[in-house]
């Protein structure tokens, strides 16, 4: 399906999706539900491996647009808070790893998106931020739920009563990105990392991926009672029989993710 602001390329289950929304990627309605829509069309694709999430040009996703704010009053606000937040909960519950590579800035709804994604990868230019403070308004699509889970509590609430922008190096040093390398190479490393994952077995990530999110909501004992179902749904697979023989065969598994 043709979409004005956002495309894909599927290169061997390894999936770029790109934000494409002149000069810097700002999330208006029509981009939100766009990503939505490209989202839930990839999770019907049994080809669909590993996404990657990336913008064009000189940003990742520079925050919202502007432009629709002043219009909102609180029903409204509610609703477009409401599209944001299904916007990354689709990337968040999408069934395949989902990594994102960060060139330039990442703020306010942009930094939400990462924050959804599983793993990010941001170049030294990359910038990150919740700056809606400074509007009068506070981040709407998931920034006050998922940075404490990811930086921890006092470290997000510095960023969301500031409104603070820090760099990647300070990103990764609080745990918002797992990899920073040097300009221009973000989409490239990113690749590096979908190629290991997809040399592992695809039902095994998956299953990883369900127990990793449904246990961050609930307590240590409930979160091993998803990990105890998650791992013996693994044993019936034809992927634990193939690695378990190669492991012993000493050569590599050819996983067909059943």
Excluded at 148 to 170: H, M, N, Q, S, W
Excluded at 180 to 188: E, I, K, Q, T
């Amino acid at each position: 399906m043709s979409r004005e602001f956002v495309s894909y390329l599927n290169d061997g289950g390894i999936v770029v999706v790109t934000v494409d929304r002149p000069p810097v990627n700002a999330l208006n309605s029509q981009l939100i539900k766009e990503i939505i829509e490209t989202f839930e069309e990839l999770e019907s694709n049994g080809n669909v491996a590993v996404v990657i999430l990336t913008g064009a040009g000189k940003a990742f996703i520079a925050g919202a647009d502007i432009k629709e704010i002043p219009f909102l009053n609180s029903e409204e606000g509610q609703k477009f808070s409401a599209l944001g937040q299904e916007m990354t909960n689709r990337i968040d519950d999408f069934p395949r790893p989902v990594l994102c590579a960060i060139e330039g800035l990442a703020l306010g709804g942009g930094c939400e998106v990462a924050l959804a994604c599983d793993i990010r990868v941001a170049s030294e230019n990359a910038r990150f931020g919740q700056p809606e403070v400074n509007l009068g308004v506070i981040p709407g699509a998931g920034g006050t739920q998922r940075l404490p889970r990811l930086v921890g509590r006092g470290r997000a609430k510095f960023l969301l009563y500031t409104g603070d922008t820090i760099d990647a190096l300070e990103a990764y040093r609080i745990g918002l990105v797992e990899k920073v390398v040097s300009p221009g190479n973000a989409l490239n490393e990113a690749k590096k990392i979908a190629k290991k994952i997809m040399e592992k077995g695809p039902v095994a990530i998956a299953l990883t991926k369900k127990a990793v999110n449904e246990g961050m909501n609930l307590s240590l004992k409930e979160g091993l009672e998803i990990e105890k179902g998650c791992f013996g749904r693994a044993c019936e697979t034809e992927d634990k029989n193939e690695g378990v023989r190669a492991f012993l065969e000493k050569r590599v598994p050819i996983y067909k993710g059943k």
